[in-house]
């Protein structure tokens, strides 16, 4: 188990407390402990405000409705624009049949004459009737007529943005400390959280790797995931008491559950404080062998954190949330600029960027994604980046350019074969040449890797590590794809198991591959930061961790405790044939032997 204390301590959130203690079991993802009023999150759509309007009110309400459309037209206008310059023009005449939705004459009256009769607010009237609408639609036996319901729901959607003024962002809602409760949060919810507001978050799914989890460690808000039916169990208001270390939630916490949490905040409080007296230690073993200790961000605002952890540079910028709550993408100068920043702030030491990743649980407003039946299993990351080439080279120049102003590398997610690499080495090559025809300076020479999160690149490591510099292995995805199992699903999520004798024989073939080619491998996987594996993944050699920077000092004390010939034991009895629950015994057996106080 990781952990660390909440920036949120308990006497900050704590209210007054009704009824019955109650408590509830979840998974616990991102350490911590906050007590605090709850705010259930629904959708934007079920959170439509409703107001009472006066007679003078009703002409502004009605242009406010007809700027709400042409702010949503502009919009889709632009997003068409783009999607026509990239290689899926054929998508970009979807919004044709949007377009057409907002200029619909008996939708458009129907709201301006229902705000007039009704006297309600625009938001309020518009999804009243755009349901009815849709309704209608969809009860009609024809794949056509269904396909325009489904376009009616995504512009009301959009349109609804717009007069929410919520249009590129979301949950910035509370100005009070809360917790939130969902029953899920995507990533670019997590990404627009407001750190000083929000104490903790609960929903009803999700799982440690997904992505929602990863943020949340990375922000350093406690959460709890996995509590099905918790939305309806729950309501706005009442006051829960949440353990992002064991996953238990009370509802109405009792006295003695608040004492017992206050002396628990205050002993994980002391260890954080030892543990502050390692950040400028080396992360190296008692018997000498050294591992470069990372941590990964997902946002720029990271970078204190980062430095203030003690790691050893960036192992994993996720450039992705870049991307998160906009219309528009960056653009190329946008992008310079923050990949700049990141080399300038964190040199000497160095940050690997790696290339978007976009798809999976991780959407975005701003790049056409198309709809997918098995979006994991689909044109996510450097899938779509190689049917996109002008959205992936735009960003291979900025990298490039940044490269200038510190110490980067740059790394492709989710290759699955040669082919692949030599594709996206090919548009890097143009990148490059672009570049160089337009007379800008930029690093030629940065150092490339692959992410090893398919089995087949697995499989294939000893030919793929003669193309780049480092291996770095994505964990999260490399467990989803040799286990079968969705990353994000709760249910099935104890298949998810790093001690699976399948993931040690699978990670051992790609450090043995990386090594007989002399390049180094690291983990970026959420397994980098999970002590109890340390054992595990120091005896397996690799060279370098990188995990959420809250996770940094605990794992340089768990690698400063550990000597690598008992590491190694763990490894030739895991690779002898034991069961999971064996090799799960044997690492965390160590880990807490030597390391007791950080459980
Ligand atoms: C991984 O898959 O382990 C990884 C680091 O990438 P992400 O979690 O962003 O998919
Ligand atoms: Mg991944």
């Not at 616990?28 to 402990?33: D, E, K, L, N, S």
């Not at 009442?238 to 270390?245: A, F, K």
């Not at 203030?308 to 910028?317: E, F, H, Q, T, V």
């Not at 099935?492 to 180094?520: E, F, Q, S, T, Y």
Request: glycine letters at 8%; one cysteine or more.
């Amino acid at each position: 188990m990781v952990f660390h204390p909440s920036k949120h301590s308990l006497t900050q959130h704590a209210a007054p407390s009704s009824g019955e203690e109650r408590v509830f079991q979840g998974v616990a993802v991102a350490p911590g402990i906050a007590e605090g009023m709850v705010m259930i999150h629904f959708q934007e759509e079920e959170n439509i405000p409703f107001r009472d309007l006066q007679p003078e009110e009703l002409d502004a309400e009605a242009a406010r409705f007809e700027g709400a459309l042409l702010a949503t037209r502009t919009e889709l206008l632009g997003l068409q624009e783009r999607l026509s310059q990239s290689a899926t023009a054929s998508d970009a005449g979807i919004f044709d049949a949007h377009l057409l939705v907002l200029e619909d004459p008996s939708l458009i009256d129907e709201v301006l004459n229902g705000i007039r009769r009704e006297k309600h607010n625009a938001e309020f009237v518009f999804q009243g009737v755009s349901h009815k609408f849709i309704k209608t639609l969809s009860a009609i036996d024809d794949p056509y007529l269904r396909e325009r319901a489904i376009d009616l729901e995504d512009v009301t959607r959009r349109v609804i943005r717009h007069l929410l003024g919520k249009s590129g962002q979301r949950l910035a809602g509370h100005d009070r400390s809360h917790i939130i409760v969902a029953d899920e949060l995507t990533p670019s919810d997590t990404a627009t959280l407001n750190r000083e507001n929000v104490a903790g978050f609960i929903t009803e799914k999700g799982s440690k790797t997904s992505h929602t989890a990863i943020m949340a460690r990375s922000l350093g808000i406690p959460a709890v995931v996995g509590l099905e039916g918790i939305c309806n169990l729950l309501e706005s208001g009442c006051v829960v008491l949440m353990d992002g270390y064991s996953g238990k939630v009370f509802l109405n916490p009792s006295p003695s559950t608040r004492a017992a949490y206050q002396v628990l905040a205050e002993q994980k409080e002391h260890v954080e404080e030892r543990l502050e007296s390692l950040r400028e230690t080396d992360s190296v073993t008692t018997d000498g062998r050294r591992i470069t200790l990372a941590a990964n961000i997902e946002l720029p605002e990271e970078l204190d954190e980062v430095s203030a952890s003690g790691a050893d540079g960036i192992g994993l910028y996720r450039t992705e949330f870049l991307y998160f709550n906009r219309t528009v993408p960056p653009d190329e100068e946008e992008q310079y600029a923050v990949y700049r920043q990141v080399a300038e702030r964190v040199a000497p030491r160095g940050a690997i960027i790696r290339t978007l990743d976009i798809g999976g649980d991780k959407p975005t407003e701003c790049l056409d994604l198309g709809h997918e039946e098995n979006p994991f299993l689909g044109c996510r990351a450097i899938r779509f980046c190689l049917n996109n080439p002008e959205i992936f080279k735009t960003q291979l120049r900025a990298i490039l350019r940044a490269g200038l102003h510190g110490n980067l590398k740059m790394m492709f997610p989710m290759i699955s074969g040669h082919e692949e690499l030599l594709h996206a080495k090919a548009l890097l090559n143009e990148a490059a040449e672009e570049l160089r025809a337009k007379g800008m300076p930029f690093q030629n020479d940065m150092e490339l890797g692959l992410m090893i999160e398919v089995p087949s690149s697995a499989i294939m490591a000893d030919m793929l590590a003669r193309e780049v510099s480092f291996f770095s292995i994505g964990t999260n995805d490399l467990l989803q794809y040799l286990m079968a199992v969705d990353r994000g699903n709760e249910r099935i999520a104890h298949l998810h198991d790093p001690a699976n004798p399948a993931v040690v024989r699978i990670l051992k073939m790609v450090v043995d591959a990386a090594h007989a080619a002399g390049i180094w491998v690291g983990i970026c996987g959420e397994l980098a930061g999970d002590i109890e594996f340390t054992p595990l993944l120091v005896g397996l050699g690799i060279d370098e961790l990188s995990t959420s920077a809250s996770l940094v000092p605990r794992v340089k004390k768990a690698i400063r405790s550990l000597d690598l010939t008992a590491c190694r034991e763990v490894v030739t009895h895991a690779l002898s044939g034991e069961p999971a629950a064996e090799i799960y015994a044997r690492t965390t057996g160590l880990a807490r032997t030597r390391y007791p106080d950080l459980f």
